[in-house]
């Protein structure tokens, strides 16, 4: 335990040390947070309450939903607050419980993303099997093994992180606490059991992409072996999207922690960071949900229902 320095609390420096600037972004993060909230909490609720919509499909999007929520929850509040109070400070135990939470949603995401492939090429190339296959059960032993799956990842990786000895400089450059960031302020030239955690998770994460091209080629060739039609245009125009935001979140996440390390902060960080932790729960509603005719159909059903209800009670209470 000598070798160990006890570390009380850490300091996430962010974006800019102007005030000003200090500001607007966090002004630019409350709107995109606001907005990625208010469309995955949409999604989630108008899914529960629309019994048509409860389908293997849409139970994997809820899951997406409630995974998207609570990734962009554990990092930006926390940055808006610290943009807004001159306070950059993050406990040592703030600071272990955010890694494991980003990476336990991140990676159970990119596991979901991947059965979510995986139901679509199903639904396509073998429609008269889909029901025998995507059962209730399956569907939910498949939801929980991506949630669990998270959840090792990120106990692993918090645990071999904060088990490195930190003694230097405790101002990170980056709105969350990431592991790159971690390893460049470690006074421990030994990260094996970190590396390790890496390449797990990589391994894992080339699986799961792997898997999802598979899905998707399957998807496209059999779209291609059918004559051109509305149908084959609305898969096609559907899972492109899907593979595209799919692609750009594990690519920079892959990115973010393979790229090699460097001895001075860098914009790229803080890119990269936010294109697999802010941009995905934003754009994900659009792409997988709000675009779609059924929940375009049961929202007006409960607009419907809702102006009916009113008539109602206006009726019996004149």
């Known amino acids: ?107 159970s995401e990119v596991s979901l993303l991947t059965v979510m492939s995986y139901d679509c090429s199903i639904a396509i190339c073998q429609p008269l099997q889909y029901e025998t296959i995507m059962t209730k059960g399956s569907c939910l032993r498949m939801a929980v093994a991506s949630w669990f799956s998270g959840g090792v990842v990120g106990a692993i990786y918090s645990a071999n992180t904060f088990s490195l000895p930190f003694c230097g400089p405790k101002e990170i450059h980056q709105f969350f606490c990431d592991v790159p960031s971690l390893l460049r302020i470690s006074c421990s030239k030994e990260h094996t059991e970190v590396y390790a955690s890496v390449a797990t998770a990589l391994v894992l994460g080339i699986f799961c992409f792997i898997s999802s091209i598979i899905s998707y080629g399957h998807i496209f060739s059999t779209v291609l072996k059918i004559p051109a039609t509305k149908g084959g245009s609305k898969a096609f125009s559907t899972s492109l999207p899907h593979l595209i935001v799919f692609m750009v979140f594990i690519i920079t996440g892959a990115m973010a922690y393979l790229k090699p390390p460097l001895d001075f902060d860098s914009v790229l960080d803080l890119l990269l960071s936010m294109f697999y932790t802010v941009v995905p729960p934003t ?18 059903k409960l607009i419907c229902w809702k102006y009916s209800s009113q008539g109602l009670m206006k009726k019996s209470f004149p």
């Open 283 to 300: 754009v994900n509603p659009i792409i997988y949900s709000l675009r779609n005719k059924d929940m375009k159909t049961a929202l007006r």
């Open 1 to 107: 335990m000598g070798n160990f320095t006890i570390v009380i609390e850490f300091l996430l420096m962010g974006f800019y040390k102007n005030w000003e600037l200090q500001v607007l972004h966090a002004m630019l993060f409350l709107f995109i947070y606001l907005m990625a909230l208010m469309e995955n909490l949409f999604i989630f609720t108008l899914i529960s309450l629309n019994r048509d919509l409860h389908t293997p499909m849409y139970f994997f999007l809820k899951n997406l939903s409630v995974l998207d929520i609570c990734l962009i929850s554990v990092t930006v509040p926390k940055s808006i607050a610290n943009s807004l109070s001159h306070s950059c400070s993050i406990s040592y135990y703030g600071w272990v419980l955010q890694l494991f939470l980003v990476v336990l949603f991140a990676r």
